[in-house]
């Protein structure tokens, strides 16, 4: 196990992320069926928006992805430490844990979606070549993919580079050559949901929040990748804007398309069904195949691995094996089967991770001016800066709390838009009651 697997502070020198590789990596992580079916719930029948508030979802929602990306990243890059650690900053050495484990539920279950739906996929290709298809025989891919995607990130964060850069290469070509053969066969269907009337109002924002809600678990812990590229501004926000548009378009845009072409929930099944021909479908299925290891190994088991190994005070391959325990008890077939469960789910973790990450960028650029003093960060006992009072920082855990369970109980449907932005503000409001200004004139000067 390398160093870049611990949760100590990585070094410029040891980085192993310049920006080609880190556009790579993120063109082969969000190549994600996730996206795909939400895609494909924006449009009637299984939807409510016209094609115009769709493409406006997709331009909002990758927009605040790049600039909260960046801006939530640029503490990991500067200082190399991960989001176990970042995040005590905001809610102090203990108090940390609770934005902890609440990033690290999703991210299993989103752990064990992925895995469900390349087992769908490769049953069906083993189907379409053999003619062999059991009822069992589904759960069993999904287990034997669980052990064997644990097995590669067992092999720790250089493994997960080549693999996942590689697979985007892959991927890259695959996706041009079904962009091609799926809008000459399906593209004119669209032209009846751009004259559909549509809607602006809930089904809107509930579109727009849970299209923000496939990625807001991965703006929390950004600094868990962004440790590992090299210290640079253009690259972070170039990498971020290079690598997360093209693919969150295109994987939208295709469930989109199928969404309103066949009205298929599974997504599998449609996938299936939007292939031209017997040798498009093996290549697609093989796509989605490759699309859910990739994206399962950054920002799937990585999260959750890291936050077990700072929880738990383990290693790097007990959590992994852990992580890969958890997804399989997550039992995903329940979540997919059921397009209100989905986004159901989606609003409900987004009330809390609105406010996080409010809480973080307040914290580190208004309250403590963009410096962290990483020694007091990884001290765990009283002397540390991050102590609080018992260890907790109430500012940052009322900040939410309070917003959370307004959002549950009022405004469900924009838990992420509402949340971000109250916990950013009561955050700067309860820390000025309880612990006055901050005291950062003996951290180094940010560069």
């Not at 109250?422 to 700067?428: K, M, Q, S, T």
Request: aromatic share 14%.
């Amino acid at each position: 196990m390398s160093s870049a697997d611990t949760l100590s502070p990585i070094d410029a020198e040891h980085r192993i992320f310049g920006l080609p590789s880190y556009i790579l990596m993120w063109w082969s992580s969000l190549i994600v069926i996730q996206a795909f079916v939400l895609g494909q719930g924006f449009l009637p029948p299984n939807g409510s928006l016209n094609l115009l508030q769709a493409l406006v979802v997709v331009v909002v929602a990758n927009f605040l992805f790049i600039v909260l990306f960046s801006l939530n990243g640029r503490p990991g890059m500067r200082y190399g430490i991960p989001f176990s650690i970042q995040v005590r900053a905001g809610f102090g050495v203990r108090g940390a844990k609770l934005a902890e484990f609440l990033r690290a539920m999703p991210a299993i279950i989103w752990y064990g979606i992925g895995s469900w739906i390349a087992a769908g996929s490769f049953d069906s290709i083993i189907q379409t070549l053999t003619g062999f298809s059991e009822p069992w025989t589904v759960y069993a891919y999904f287990v034997l993919f669980q052990v064997l995607q644990s097995y590669l990130a067992w092999r720790g964060i250089h493994a997960l580079k080549w693999f996942n850069g590689i697979g985007s290469l892959v991927i890259a070509a695959i996706m041009v050559y079904l962009l091609i053969t799926i809008i000459e066969k399906e593209g004119l269907v669209l032209k009846e949901s751009w004259y559909h009337e549509g809607s602006w109002g809930v089904p809107f924002w509930v579109a727009l929040t849970a299209a923000i809600g496939v990625l807001a678990t991965v703006m929390l812990n950004i600094g868990d990748i962004s440790r590992h590229l090299k210290p640079s501004e253009t690259r972070l926000w170039l990498g971020h804007a290079a690598g997360l548009a093209p693919p969150w378009f295109f994987m939208l845009g295709l469930g989109i398309i199928s969404g309103a072409s066949l009205g298929i929930w599974d997504p599998v099944e449609a996938l299936v069904a939007l292939s031209p021909s017997t040798t498009a479908m093996l290549v697609l299925l093989s796509f989605v195949l490759l699309a859910q290891f990739t994206t399962n190994l950054s920002i799937n088991i990585l999260p959750p691995a890291m936050i077990f190994m700072e929880a738990f005070k383990t290693s790097w391959h007990k959590s992994v094996v852990l992580t890969g325990v958890l997804g399989v008890v997550s039992c995903p077939w329940i979540l997919l089967g059921n397009a209100g469960a989905f986004f159901g789910f989606i609003l409900y973790y987004s009330a809390f991770f609105g406010p996080i990450l409010g809480v973080m960028l307040a914290d580190y650029y208004v309250v403590n001016r963009g410096r962290l003093d990483v020694d007091a960060l990884y001290d765990v006992s009283e002397r540390s800066s991050y102590w609080f009072s018992g260890g907790l920082n109430w500012a940052g855990l009322l900040a939410v709390i309070i917003p959370a369970i307004a959002a549950m109980l009022m405004f469900l449907h924009v838990s992420w838009l509402v949340g971000l932005p109250a916990g950013f503000l009561l955050y700067l409001v309860f820390y000025r009651a309880f612990y006055g200004r901050a005291d950062t004139t003996a951290l180094p000067q940010d560069a």
